[in-house]
């Protein structure tokens, strides 16, 4: 019987995410945001999936790389744009489009001597300090760009919200105000809402939307899911259980006996653990499923395995399929109660982890 975990990608769902993203954006274009492997789902597997997409977002040149070798011919943004002087002829080979933030980018542009026009997106820090020029140097950094014979004249305006997820916060609508005075008057299309932005902030969808994790139906704001928002999760993670123990009360479960036994009752131990992905950090009582039925994680999660209170489940024996997180099981609140966020989870799948592919309309547990 094989002992491997299985994160079951649900191609439809993805689909449909960003079906539903092209019916909230207003026209917008859409960039598929497909970073960290497609946030853990697979760069390729999910660029197909979201071929629709007027574009794709990335982290580096190399998941560019990727994606041309694969045949998609979108445009490809380099969302934190060159690394270096010498990143700039292999974006021009691969035509890949560079955000430009930051004063060493402006200057291997302006040194640069090659005659193909690069298409660029300036970013605007309007609050994130993260990248992105000062909004009153908006002006004189768009006026350079165009100035430059290796850049395309049609520079997008782009900025980053910071929490975009707090519908209804100052901290977004004080950024839109400071994003828009910055480029009052300048040409070129505009791009500030990532995926809470989508959703809740209309003001902000400008010409181009970027959604990331909520196009694999997931969320960050504090009590949200991707499915209360209308999106489907994209990714099932199952695996089995290997035993089922009779344990005493009293007795001690996993490393440091942490969590003990009430009662007499079952335990049952699922082949999965930090070496797969699963996080170290999840506390007992964290949910899982055990052929559909919720029972709680007790004990410390070790690299291999996790221990499990069966007493919701008597009926649970060896070979009984796991979840750990899915459509019936939000990965939003396995993330709350490891202390970390949606995101972190998807994108922590190791290689030990096998990916399958569901193209049914709907996915399942």
């Not at 977002?57 to 270096?84: E, K, N, T, W, Y």
């Not at 395309?152 to 519908?167: G, N, P, Y």
Request: hydrophobic content about 45%; overall charge neutral; proline content about 5%.
């Amino acid at each position: 019987m094989s002992r491997t975990a299985v994160a079951t990608i649900h191609l439809a769902a993805l689909r449909a995410n960003l079906a539903r993203i092209r019916a909230l954006a207003g026209g917008a274009k859409v960039m598929a945001v497909v970073k960290a492997d497609g946030y853990g789902h697979g760069l390729e597997r999910v660029a197909r999936a979201l071929a629709d997409a007027d574009a794709f977002g990335v982290a580096a040149i190399a998941d560019g790389q990727r994606l041309r070798a694969a045949g998609f011919r979108q445009r490809i943004v380099v969302l934190s744009g060159p690394d270096d002087a010498a990143d700039l002829p292999e974006m021009r080979r691969l035509q890949l489009d560079a955000v430009i933030h930051h004063d060493a980018q402006l200057g291997w542009l302006e040194a640069d001597r090659d005659p193909r026009p690069l298409r660029a997106w300036l970013k605007i820090d309007s609050g994130m300090h993260r990248l992105g020029f000062a909004p009153q140097r908006a002006r004189e950094v768009h006026a350079r760009l165009v100035a430059l014979p290796s850049v395309q004249r049609d520079i997008v305006l782009m900025t980053h919200f910071a929490a975009s997820e707090e519908f209804g916060g100052t901290t977004t609508t004080a950024q839109i105000a400071c994003f828009e005075a910055a480029v009052a008057g300048l040409p070129g299309e505009r791009c500030l809402s990532n995926s809470a932005g989508v959703l809740g902030w209309p003001t902000a969808r400008g010409h181009w939307v970027r959604p990331g994790g909520i196009l694999y139906g997931l969320a960050l704001g504090a009590g949200q899911t991707g499915a209360n928002l209308g999106f489907r999760p994209a990714m099932t993670l199952t695996t089995k259980l290997i035993a089922v123990n009779a344990l005493a009360r009293g007795d001690g479960v996993g490393y440091n006996a942490t969590w003990r036994c009430p009662e007499d009752m079952p335990v049952g131990v699922a082949a999965i653990g930090y070496g797969d992905g699963y996080p170290r950090s999840a506390a007992s009582g964290t949910p899982v499923l055990v052929d559909g039925v919720r029972v709680p994680l007790v004990g410390r999660v070790s690299m291999d395995l996790v221990t499990l209170d069966l007493r919701a489940a008597p009926q649970a024996r060896v070979g009984d399929r796991v979840t750990l997180w899915g459509p019936s099981l939000p990965v939003e609140e396995i993330a709350a109660s490891a202390g970390t966020i949606s995101y972190d989870l998807t994108c922590g799948m190791t290689k030990r982890v096998l990916f399958v592919e569901d193209n049914d309309a709907i996915g399942g547990d």
